[in-house]
């Protein structure tokens, strides 16, 4: 059995969750390939007999050096804006590591939105964030660097993970509203049954969204209920950008990335600090998956298929964005305008 200071030295031993009720935290034994290739960190990403061991948060805490954490690189995103193809674009073996959507932040989000007491106290509530960045943040080999895909859930959270390390620094990727109903509108009634399920975790960030009325969002359609999802990402985005200067943080609209690769991907890695790709640039482009499915490489899909497939959703659904989208834009938000965030890449 390892000790307490073994396994968070050892990057094998990858943080899979945190729980704040017990105190505790839970590890996966895994390897810097298989982290690699997973497009999703949480329960789907956990083969069945893997090895696990919880540790308290104490003995974490006294194991582990905080200010020695490198700082971390966040691609923050809204749903269905390119970020696994971004995150696989800057995961390069030998030299960085992309790790999408892991489970612990999304539960370390919901912990906040709940009021868990242990995120109450401002030292505290430092204490966990630093203490999860830093065991997300161990390098596999020297030199190699980690970029953090979290899930577009976690976005309520953004302020506590730059503030766990002043040098760390993030993208804020999106798309725009008429592209994010599109997307859910191609998935049919899964697409449907998700944006509904956004609302209702982004509604808990919401005071203004609580104060609705029951029957009110009842009698919303489910393109209303999306859109009100995406303004509530986007408020995320702008609470953000308030608090941090371009320097830590920028925003892209991922239609740049796809219509121009090379030119946003420098500028992404130039903007994160990125030294590994940006010596590697070459061999970069040659890994990056821009012909095929981000989350399922195997198959392929190009950026003219993403374009193709937009086109037509959108024109057996016309009717219904004509009159959303204006809809939307004359709800009353907490930003009226969400066409920018912060500065641009």
Not at 123 to 146: N, T, Y
Not at 171 to 179: E, N, Q, V, W
Not at 191 to 214: C, M, T, W, Y
Not at 307 to 322: C, I, Q
Request: proline share 4%.
């Amino acid at each position: 059995m390892p000790t307490p200071k073994e396994i968070v030295a050892d990057p094998n031993w990858f943080l899979s969750n945190i729980d704040l009720d017990q105190s505790r935290l839970l590890f996966t034994r895994t390897d810097s390939t298989s982290l690699s290739e997973a497009s999703f960190l949480d329960a789907r990403f956990i083969p069945q007999g893997a090895e696990q061991i919880v540790l308290t948060l104490n003995d974490a805490l006294q194991n582990v050096d905080l200010s020695s954490t490198q700082p971390a690189k966040y691609i923050f995103h809204t749903a269905f804006c390119c970020s696994t193809l971004l995150a696989r674009c800057l995961d390069l073996p030998g030299h960085s590591i992309a790790l999408k959507e892991p489970e612990v932040l999304m539960t370390l989000a919901n912990f906040k939105r709940m009021g868990h007491r242990a995120l109450a106290d401002n030292k505290d509530r430092a204490e966990i964030f630093g203490l999860v960045s830093h065991l997300l943040l161990r390098p596999f080999a020297q030199g190699e660097e980690i970029i953090v895909k979290p899930s577009n859930t976690v976005n309520n959270i953004i302020v506590d993970l730059l503030t766990a390390n002043d040098q760390s620094s993030a993208i804020l990727l999106h798309s725009d509203l008429k592209s994010f109903l599109i997307s859910l509108l191609k998935k049919g009634e899964e697409g449907r049954a998700f944006a509904r399920n956004l609302f209702n975790i982004f509604s808990l960030d919401s005071p203004e969204v609580q104060k609705l009325a029951h029957n009110q969002l009842m009698r919303m359609t489910d393109l209303q209920i999306a859109a009100l999802s995406w303004h509530l990402q986007f408020e995320h985005y702008q609470d953000s950008a308030q608090l941090f200067d371009a320097c830590r943080l920028k925003s892209l609209h991922c239609d740049r990335l796809i219509a121009q690769p090379d030119e946003i991907l420098k500028k992404v890695i130039g903007h994160l600090g990125l030294t590994a790709l940006q010596d590697n640039f070459t061999e970069l482009m040659v890994h990056a998956p821009f012909g095929s499915n981000s989350k399922t490489p195997e198959k392929k899909f190009t950026g003219q298929d993403r374009k193709d497939e937009h086109r037509r959703t959108e024109e057996l659904n016309k009717s219904s964005l004509d009159v959303i989208i204006p809809w939307a834009e004359q709800m009353h938000f907490k930003y009226k305008s969400v066409s920018e965030v912060g500065t641009q890449l």
